[in-house]
Nanobody, 124 residues
Framework: QVQLVESGGGWVQAGGSLRLSCAASGRTFSTYAMGWFRQAPGKEREFVAAIGWSGKTTYYADSVKGRFTISRDNAKNTLYLQMNSLKPEDTAVYYC?????????????????WGQGTLVTVSS
């Protein structure tokens, strides 16, 4: 069983940066593919970024490519999302998720374990 707890959300002005963290419990963290998703008010949840178990493979949504960076530290059981050049349209609750399957399937959103989310608000 994997439990995920996000942190690092908050308020930031457009153009600013935030780094989200996702602390995972469980000894199997290093074998799981991980992802970040977000859900803005009144909208469906959407894929943001994915990373394979080793950290070598990453995928990004077109809307965040070049601005966001996903990474992981398996020794610390922690997933990160560095968000730069933030825009008001990045405002959402951000969720981390983990799955024992392939990183290729992460963008579909059907992951086994989810965190409770952390709110990011970007003001113009």
């Amino acid at each position: 069983q994997v439990q995920l707890v996000e942190s690092g959300g908050g308020w930031v002005q457009a153009g600013g940066s935030l780094r989200l963290s996702c602390a995972a419990s469980g000894r199997t963290f290093s074998t799981y593919a991980m992802g970040w998703f977000r859900q803005a008010p009144g909208k469906e949840r959407e894929f943001v970024a994915a990373i394979g178990w080793s950290g070598k493979t990453t995928y990004y949504a077109d809307s965040v490519k070049g601005r966001f960076t996903i990474s992981r530290d398996n020794a610390k059981n922690t997933l990160y999302l560095q968000m730069n050049s933030l825009k008001p349209e990045d405002t959402a609750v951000y969720y981390c998720a983990a799955d024992p399957g392939s990183v290729l399937t992460v963008p579909r959103g059907y992951l086994e374990h989810w965190g409770q989310g952390t709110l990011v608000t970007v003001s113009s």
